[in-house]
C-alpha cells in the first residue's frame, strides 16, 4: 500500500507469516466428505518438499460446500483444513502442497491397479498373471476399492507378476514381458470404501 490508496471493507492490508504451526487447507470433493473427520490423520507432502512427507491432522471440515474452481468438475467441494504436526526449515507460508487425509487403513493387504481387473460374461473378475512370460487367466475375490488400486482378497499371492493392462488384445496364453512397476506409498495403496 503507498500513502493515498483506496481501500475497501474486508480488503486484506496485511499478511503476517508465523514460522511454525502450519496449517493446509484442501478441497475435498462432497462424495469423499462424508469419510473425513476432525482428528484424522494426513500426510503433507509435494513437489515443493522433494521427497519430504510431513504428518498433519484434520483440524476442521467447513459445514458448506462450494463450488470448484475446476470447470471440467461439476461436484461441489468443502474445504478441509489440516493441522502440519512438525516442519520443515524452509517451509513458507503460501507454498502449494498435496494433502492426502487417511480416511482409512488397511495394512498387510494385497492390491491390484484397476486396470488389471477384467470380467468375465457372468460378471465375475479375474486378472492375468505373468507365468513363464505368457499371461494365465486367474480368478480373483475382490476387497474395497478406490479411484485406482481395489484390494484382493483371494486369488493372489505375495510376488505374483498381474497384468496391469486393459488392453483387449491381451488373452490367456499371450506372450508377455513384465515390466516391474514399483508399489505406491503403503497409504496409497490402503483402498477406502
Known amino acids: 500500500m503507498q500513502p493515498g490508496d483506496a481501500v475497501t471493507i474486508g480488503q486484506a492490508l496485511v499478511t503476517m507469516a508465523g514460522n511454525g504451526n502450519y496449517l493446509a487447507r484442501t478441497k475435498v470433493d462432497e462424495q469423499d466428505v462424508a469419510s ?3 482428528g484424522q490423520r494426513a500426510e503433507i507432502g509435494g513437489e515443493d518438499l522433494g521427497t519430504a512427507k510431513l504428518p498433519g491432522h484434520v483440524t476442521a471440515v467447513n459445514a458448506v460446500a462450494q463450488k470448484s474452481d475446476d470447470p471440467s468438475n461439476t461436484s461441489r467441494q468443502v474445504i478441509t483444513t489440516v493441522q502440519l504436526d512438525r516442519s520443515l526449515p524452509y517451509l513458507r507460508d503460501g507454498m502449494t502442497v498435496d494433502v492426502d487425509i487417511i480416511t482409512r487403513e488397511a495394512p498387510h493387504v494385497l492390491v491390484v491397479g484397476n486396470d488389471a481387473i477384467r470380467r468375465d ?6 486378472v492375468f498373471l505373468v507365468r513363464n512370460g505368457r499371461t494365465v487367466r486367474t ?3 475382490l476387497g474395497d476399492a478406490n479411484e485406482t488400486q481395489t484390494i484382493v482378497k483371494r486369488g493372489l499371492e505375495p510376488g505374483d507378476v498381474v497384468v496391469n493392462d486393459r488392453n483387449v488384445a491381451i488373452g490367456a496364453g ?3 514381458t513384465a515390466l516391474v512397476v514399483p508399489s505406491p506409498s503403503p497409504h496409497a495403496s490402503s483402498p477406502a470404501p
Open 36 to 38: 473425513v473427520n476432525v
Open 139 to 141: 480368478p480373483v475375490t
Open 121 to 126: 460374461d457372468g460378471d465375475k473378475p479375474y
Open 174 to 176: 499371450a506372450a508377455v
